[in-house]
């Protein structure tokens, strides 16, 4: 563990992770076990995978619970004698959520609703929230700050996660919870089962001589790295004064999409790929094409991302071909 890592480790308390069987919570989890937390995972598997959390199952500090959210009774009493809840756990898929209209609200909203319920009647006072840029809708590429409104989502997930970052900050001010939300880029690493790099893999395993590329591949993203991810959150968690505050975590680079193709091409060896695409501005339907970052209100806190986004997204690929 590096020297970083050691000065943002939180007082030893009981931490409590939604969704932390998957990418982001896997992760966390790994590393609260590290710096002697106790650690309960909650998670109904609908996305997380039982490989990211099979070699803590032994831990002396580690307990999996599976269920969901849903299930009030239950998560209020697997939530009992916790200090700290990482509320991960939502819906990953966008496309599919702008498919099956309800399943953001469930996963997300109403989730969302029923930890902070259960907090309130178990009287604890602290929660940390991945929000989304999705919040910010379509904002033509203006470079996004933590004041920019009004915030017009285009995707039934930015409109779950939006709906989410209301009820916490009602939740915090009635009740008073601290909270910590963050609007993430895109977190990149090891253990990914989505996104941009994970899917041009996929598609360059199967047929290395050609690749298509949703839109016209000049589509602007941040992309950020999982460890500078969770030292982001940790920051804030230990540096912010505030009852209820909001931060950008992410890059104030970006990269295209032509050139994380081209990327992962030269990481896997390959020569002569035709790149095609779909055309159009977006990928899909509910797809901002520029997101631009301002991540001055973190900085301030001392947080900045390790690596550009092209090069999270070349390290990220190097570890996703090794695993």
């Not at 609260?32 to 996305?47: M, P, R």
């Not at 910590?180 to 199967?206: A, P, S, T, W, Y």
């Not at 790295?225 to 104030?252: H, P, R, W, Y």
């Amino acid at each position: 563990m590096d020297k970083m890592e050691n000065d943002l480790s939180l007082e030893q308390a009981n931490h409590f992770i939604t969704g932390g069987a998957g990418f982001i919570g896997s992760q966390l989890a790994d590393r609260l076990l590290k710096e002697g937390h106790k650690v309960t995972v909650y998670d109904n598997f609908c996305t997380g995978h039982m490989e990211n959390v099979t070699h803590n199952l032994d831990h002396k500090n580690f307990k999996l619970i599976k269920d969901d959210l849903l299930n009030f009774e239950i998560l209020k009493e697997s939530m009992k004698g916790h200090d700290i809840v990482w509320h991960l756990a939502a819906n990953t898929n966008i496309c599919k959520g702008n498919e099956i209209t309800d399943l953001d609200l469930n996963n997300d909203t109403v989730g969302t609703r029923n930890v902070l319920e259960a907090m309130k009647q178990l009287g604890m006072n602290k929660i940390m929230f991945p929000s989304s840029s999705t919040v910010y809708g379509d904002m033509d590429g203006a470079c996004l700050s933590e004041s920019v409104g009004p915030l017009l989502p285009i995707s039934l997930y930015g409109a779950g996660k939006l709906a989410c970052e209301g009820l916490i900050s009602a939740y915090s001010f009635l009740f008073d919870i601290k909270a910590c939300m963050f609007r993430f880029g895109n977190v990149v690493g090891e253990r990914m089962d989505h996104g941009v790099i994970f899917d041009f893999i996929q598609k360059l395993k199967k047929n290395p001589k050609e690749l298509l590329i949703l839109g016209d591949g000049k589509q602007r993203k941040n992309f950020f790295l999982i460890e500078d991810c969770l030292n982001g959150m940790f920051t804030a968690f230990k540096k912010s004064e505030k009852q209820f505050d909001v931060f950008n975590l992410g890059n104030g680079s970006f990269s295209e999409v032509t050139q994380i193709a081209q990327i992962i091409i030269e990481e896997m060896g390959l020569k002569n790929v035709e790149l095609k695409y779909t055309g159009g501005k977006s990928g899909w339907k509910g797809d901002v094409p520029v997101v631009l970052y301002n991540i001055d209100k973190i900085k301030k806190l001392g947080w900045e991302p390790s690596h550009s986004s092209d090069e999270a997204i070349r390290i990220a690929t190097q570890r996703l071909l090794k695993s």
